[in-house]
């Protein structure tokens, strides 16, 4: 995959809203991807294949200086630590997805403690296995560069992670070509039955 970028939730350019705030900036292919329930995992690597990568950009403990990210977390303190993992997906030499989890401490114990052995596995695999696991409305921003993002909160045994993930023009530039492909044979069986 090709250089280390990365995008930080916590950054103070983005502007996390409501879908509804973005409704009128977004295509229709684009709201469908972005506002997609399941394993977002799932979906690139569906459309990768074989050549599906995924590579740790960043891993480490932090603390997080705006009042607002950590009151999505409940009532944590300032100086609460929180675990950060950047990733990207994709296949080599194209980033398709750059994601942002962040784990509070307090959360880190029981089944969340397993996003500290990862290592290159994705985190998606693992939560969307758990019969427990709940998930928060999205929110969505646009990144300076373009990239159009969503995060959300996951509780498992009411324990909150939040992820972020940010979908590149590589990824929808794929993602509207398998649709294109999948609706031009959906339309041939059609014309065969009708024939």
């Not at 970028?5 to 991807?33: F, H, K, V």
């Not at 690139?44 to 990568?53: C, D, N, R, T």
């Not at 994601?99 to 880190?108: D, E, I, Q, R």
């Not at 089944?111 to 969505?140: C, D, H, I, T, W």
């Given at each position: 995959?090709?250089?280390?970028?990365?995008?930080?939730?916590?950054?103070?350019?983005?502007?996390?809203?409501?879908?509804?705030?973005?409704?009128?900036?977004?295509?229709?292919?684009?709201?469908?991807?972005?506002?997609?329930?399941?394993?977002?995992?799932?979906?690139?690597?569906?459309?990768?294949?074989?050549?599906?990568?995924?590579?740790?950009?960043?891993?480490?403990?932090?603390?997080?200086?705006?009042d607002s990210l950590r009151a999505q977390f409940g009532p944590v303190?300032?100086?609460?630590?929180?675990?950060?993992?950047?990733?990207?997906?994709?296949?080599?030499?194209?980033?398709?997805?750059?994601?942002?989890?962040?784990?509070?401490?307090?959360?880190?114990?029981?089944?969340?403690?397993?996003?500290?052995?990862?290592?290159?596995?994705?985190?998606?695999?693992?939560?969307?296995?758990?019969?427990?696991?709940?998930?928060?409305?999205?929110?969505?921003?646009?990144?300076?560069?373009?990239?159009?993002?969503?995060?959300?909160?996951?509780?498992?045994?009411?324990?909150?992670?939040?992820?972020?993930?940010?979908?590149?023009?590589?990824?929808?530039?794929?993602?509207?070509?398998?649709?294109?492909?999948?609706?031009?044979?959906?339309?041939?069986?059609?014309?065969?039955?009708?024939?």
């Open positions: 995959m090709k250089s280390p970028d990365t995008i930080d939730i916590a950054s103070p350019d983005l502007d996390w809203d409501s879908p509804s705030a973005y409704q009128n900036r977004l295509t229709s292919a684009i709201e469908s991807e972005l506002l997609q329930h399941g394993s977002l995992t799932a979906r690139v690597k569906a459309l990768a294949g074989q050549s599906f990568q995924l590579q740790v950009r960043e891993q480490c403990w932090r603390e997080l200086e705006a303190a300032h100086g609460h630590k929180f675990w950060s993992r950047k990733i990207a997906m994709g296949i080599e030499d194209s980033d398709w997805i750059l994601a942002h989890t962040l784990l509070p401490a307090h959360g880190a114990e029981g089944p969340l403690a397993a996003v500290f052995s990862l290592n290159n596995k994705p985190l998606g695999e693992y939560l969307f296995q758990q019969p427990n696991l709940l998930r928060a409305n999205f929110q969505l921003c646009r990144s300076a560069s373009g990239h159009w993002g969503r995060r959300s909160l996951f509780f498992l045994h009411d324990k909150p992670i939040m992820v972020a993930e940010f979908f590149t023009a590589e990824f929808f530039a794929i993602a509207n070509a398998e649709t294109a492909k999948t609706s031009q044979t959906v339309s041939g069986k059609e014309s065969i039955k009708a024939s």
